[in-house]
Structures are given as structure tokens and as C-alpha cells.
């Protein structure tokens, strides 16, 4: 059976810069193959798929985004979610992906 929902942990990590503010996660690059073999023929702009995550007491749609570089998707955490959370850059967080394409 082909999986739309996904469990995961990863590291949070502040996207390289001199005023980065941007935080992310990298989904592991299995489940991201696995998500690109699926789903990635129903990309939107910048190759991004819909999805609604789930963070502790959290739940939100947005987009996670394929890096080239990584061969990853990355997902953005919004300063609310990280506030709310108590989510530090270099921490592991285990979070859940629900595709929406």
C-alpha cells in the first residue's frame, strides 16, 4: 500500500545567511524519494506539494519544497509553530507529513 502520511524526525537547522530568520527541516532523503516517485508529478510552483503537518499540539498546511542540492524536501517552520513548540535550531523533532495532492 502506497503511504500519503509520513512520520518523521529530523533536525532543525537556520537556512545559511547573514540575517537568516528561515528554519527547516529536511524530510530524509528515502521518504523524499519515495514522496517524488509519488507525488512530484503533481508539483506546484517551485516544485513544492501541499501538505498539512503536525507538530506536538500543532497543525498547519503548508508546502515542503525540493532542494536540488540535498536531494531532500524541506519543510519551513513558521516562527508561531517554533514558539508555540519550543523548537531550537539543532534540535530533533519528530513531526508528521500528510501529502495533499
Same mark, same amino acid.
Given at each position: 500500500?502506497?503511504?500519503?502520511?509520513? %512520520?518523521?524526525?529530523?533536525?532543525? &537547522?537556520?537556512?545559511?545567511?547573514? %540575517? *537568516? %530568520? &528561515?528554519?527547516?527541516?529536511?524530510?530524509?532523503?528515502?521518504?523524499? *524519494?519515495?514522496?517524488?516517485?509519488?507525488?512530484?508529478?503533481?508539483?506546484?510552483?517551485?516544485?513544492?506539494?501541499?501538505?498539512?503537518?503536525?507538530?506536538?499540539?500543532?497543525? &498547519?498546511?503548508?508546502?515542503?519544497? +525540493?532542494?536540488?542540492?540535498?536531494?531532500?524536501?524541506?519543510? +519551513?517552520?513558521? *516562527?508561531?509553530?517554533?514558539?508555540?513548540?519550543?523548537?531550537?535550531?539543532?534540535?530533533?523533532?519528530?513531526?508528521?507529513?500528510?501529502?495533499?495532492?
Amino acid at each position: 500500500m502506497l503511504k500519503d502520511i509520513f %512520520n518523521i524526525q529530523a533536525e532543525v &537547522w537556520l537556512y545559511p545567511g547573514e %540575517n *537568516a %530568520n &528561515w528554519h527547516f527541516v529536511s524530510v530524509p532523503k528515502e521518504i523524499s *524519494a519515495g514522496i517524488r516517485e509519488r507525488f512530484g508529478g503533481r508539483s506546484k510552483g517551485w516544485g513544492s506539494l501541499p501538505v498539512t503537518v503536525t507538530i506536538g499540539r500543532m497543525t &498547519w498546511d503548508t508546502s515542503i519544497f +525540493p532542494d536540488k542540492k540535498s536531494a531532500a524536501y524541506l519543510l +519551513p517552520l513558521k *516562527a508561531a509553530v517554533r514558539v508555540t513548540e519550543g523548537i531550537r535550531v539543532g534540535e530533533k523533532i519528530a513531526f508528521l507529513i500528510r501529502m495533499r495532492v
